[in-house]
């Protein structure tokens, strides 16, 4: 019955900025940490952010380092991936999980490109 629904991938040019969206529910939201997966085309699925179960601490891939900002509210089950000076190389299919388990969403396309 766990249920993550993603939204707010589109297509932006390089430079631009995105907010996405998990919407969570059929779980304890708040008793467990949320991350964003990322998967481009040939490539292999990787882990780009983490937040703890009550926001406190946050971990990121070096690739956005600085560009990426992972949030969440536990009020309303929703976890964000603010992404800012986007690049063409950020263009991926983003997933939000729970982590320590197989819990995906159905994932969001973001396009990168002029």
């Known amino acids: 019955q766990v249920q993550l629904v993603e939204s707010g991938g589109g297509l932006v040019q390089p430079g631009g900025s995105l907010r996405l969206s998990c919407a969570a529910s059929?779980?304890?939201?708040?008793?467990?940490?949320m991350s964003w997966y990322r998967q481009a085309p040939g490539k292999e699925r990787e882990l780009v952010a983490i937040i703890s179960q009550l926001g406190r601490s946050t971990n990121y891939v070096d690739s956005v380092k600085g560009r990426f900002t992972i949030a969440r509210d536990n009020v309303n089950h929703m976890v964000y991936l603010q992404m800012n000076s986007l690049k063409p190389e950020d263009t991926a299919v983003y997933y939000c999980?729970?982590?320590?388990?197989?819990?995906w969403g159905q994932g969001t396309q973001v396009t990168v490109s002029s």
């Open positions: 999980k729970v982590p320590g388990t197989d819990y």
């Open positions: 059929g779980f304890t939201f708040s008793s467990t940490s």
